[in-house]
């Protein structure tokens, strides 16, 4: 399997990072219910890595078991889109009411998670690639 950037679907990636953004909220929202991450902690622990990994291996194999192709490429711009994401919401959103999220966590930590987003996914679409074609 190999892949080609012509067999990237962009709106697979937008699907895909929606998918995982909502699997990862889910989890940190059922982590925060069950007192595993107190509320004002969320974002700077273990659990919220967790919540990560779990959120965007689930978008990443949903877009790989879908597209079939170019799993890692997809895994990639999945993790590529979190920062257009964050760049939007903070441009448009943030700077006119004032509540910016520009410094809320540090420069490591922010680095990280995009790391573990990027590679979960990537992992998460070549796994669901690979599923897909043993089913068929």
Excluded: Y
Excluded at 75 to 104: D, H
Aim: aromatic residues 14%; hydrophobic residues 55%.
């Amino acid at each position: 399997m190999t892949d080609l950037l012509k067999d990237v679907r962009p709106t697979w990636i937008a699907f895909g990072w929606f998918i995982a953004a909502a699997i990862t909220s889910l989890v940190l929202l059922a982590l925060i219910a069950f007192e595993f991450v107190p509320e004002q902690d969320a974002g700077e622990d273990i659990w919220t890595a967790f919540s990560f990994l779990v959120g965007f291996f689930a978008g990443g194999f949903i877009v790989g078991a879908r597209v079939g192709s170019a799993p890692v490429l997809h895994g990639i711009a999945m993790g590529l889109f979190s920062l257009v994401v964050w760049f939007a919401v903070n441009l448009f959103l943030g700077e006119p009411t004032g509540q910016t999220a520009w410094r809320s966590l540090p420069l490591s930590t922010t680095t990280m998670l995009i790391v573990l987003q990027t590679a979960s996914a990537a992992i998460g679409a070549r796994t669901g690639a690979r599923w897909a074609m043993t089913r068929s």
